[in-house]
């Protein structure tokens, strides 16, 4: 989650998701204020997906010893990892946060969900970079474009009630009673989740366990 201390002066505005997509988002988050020195945010996705939508100046995204910069008007998935992010704003901030709930990022981007990802990846524009923000409507549009790029996952198991199951457990869990609940072979497992969440199960499970020491 990205939080921001009091002396920072941040103004956040929260919008209602639509009904249908209550169950993947929560709220979305408009965050704006005007800085006099840069400002460094150090946070962990765990197991949530971000969208980020900038309107400001340019924010900085490092993660380990990756570099990447968000320009004006464009915008970049933050994805589930258990790596820190370190977020830094300078000047005008002004941008608009989509936050997935754990897992629920592939019913709508499956095609930017990779193994290989390093904890972000800029959107093509044409998608979200032509919503301006700063209007009473801009919500509704995003919600217009999240509905529009839904899409069934289609595997021989419900990877979501793996997730839970895993996040129930607290990310402890054996391999045996895994493949029971999904019912297919340990191969078509791996297979479906990396795909779909990009990363392997032990991973996954990893990150829940990090998210619950914390």
Not at 15 to 23: E, R, S, W
Request: charged letters at 25%; a neutral charge.
């Amino acid at each position: 989650m990205i939080s921001f201390k009091d002396e920072y002066g941040v103004n956040i505005s929260e919008y209602k998701t639509h009904k249908k997509l209550k169950k993947y988002l929560e709220n979305y988050k408009k965050y704006s204020t005007t800085l006099d020195q840069r400002m460094n945010i150090n946070f962990f996705t765990y197991d949530i997906s971000f969208i980020i939508i900038n309107h400001g100046h340019d924010i900085v995204f490092e993660i380990k010893e990756n570099t990447f910069v968000l320009k004006k008007n464009e915008s970049t998935i933050l994805f589930s990892s258990m790596h820190e992010i370190r977020m830094n704003l300078s000047a005008e901030t002004n941008f608009c946060v989509l936050e997935f709930k754990a897992a629920k990022l592939a019913y709508f981007f499956p095609s930017y969900i990779h193994e290989d990802n390093i904890g972000f990846s800029k959107i093509p524009s044409g998608i979200f970079n032509e919503i301006e923000i700063n209007t009473d409507t801009f919500s509704k549009k995003i919600d217009e474009i999240l509905l529009d790029t839904f899409g069934v996952i289609k595997t021989p198991f419900s990877i979501l009630n793996l997730i839970d199951y895993l996040e129930e457990n607290n990310g402890v869990y054996d391999i045996e009673s895994v493949l029971l609940l999904v019912n297919v072979p340990r191969r078509v497992l791996d297979k479906a989740f990396r795909l779909y969440i990009g990363m392997s199960v032990k991973t996954y499970a990893s990150i829940i366990k990090l998210k619950c020491n914390k």
